[in-house]
């Protein structure tokens, strides 16, 4: 599975923007998806997961209570919904799919790959 962002675009602080990331290839449910996100300057890091399967989903810090991650196994869709958005949450933002990845890893950029270019969010104050 490939995975591609969309959805970037800059928004004034307090907005909000979904970002998509859309799968070509076979067994889309087999797989995790994570965005993670680079801000410039700083090291990528980890932004929310849906898991394959049942959908389980995982949150880091910086998008717990304003961020919402979503898939649509039909569509083969994952969706990062983006609320209260900060000027610290200016980033590219990539997502990636890992298959079949064990709960203890789904923070890990490691464990994923095919990364793709990302799509650029722009939070202005």
């Known amino acids: 599975v490939q995975l591609q962002a969309s959805g970037g675009g800059s928004v004034q602080a307090g907005g909000f923007r979904r970002s998509s990331c859309s799968a070509s290839?076979?067994?889309?449910?087999?797989?995790?998806v994570a965005w993670f996100r680079q801000a410039p300057g700083k090291a990528r890091g980890f932004v929310s997961a849906?898991?394959?399967?049942?959908?389980?989903?995982y949150y880091g810090d910086v998008a717990k209570g304003r961020f919402t991650i979503s898939r649509d196994n039909d569509k083969k869709i994952v969706y990062l919904q983006m609320n209260s958005l900060e000027t610290e949450d200016t980033a590219v933002y990539f997502c990636?799919?890992?298959?079949?990845?064990?709960?203890?890893?789904?923070?890990?950029?490691?464990?994923?790959?095919?990364w793709g270019q990302g799509t650029l969010v722009t939070v202005s104050s």
């Open positions: 990636a799919p890992a298959s079949l990845l064990h709960d203890n890893y789904y923070r890990t950029d490691q464990y994923y790959n095919f």
């Open positions: 849906v898991k394959y399967g049942l959908g389980t989903k």
């Open positions: 290839g076979r067994a889309f449910i087999n797989y995790t």
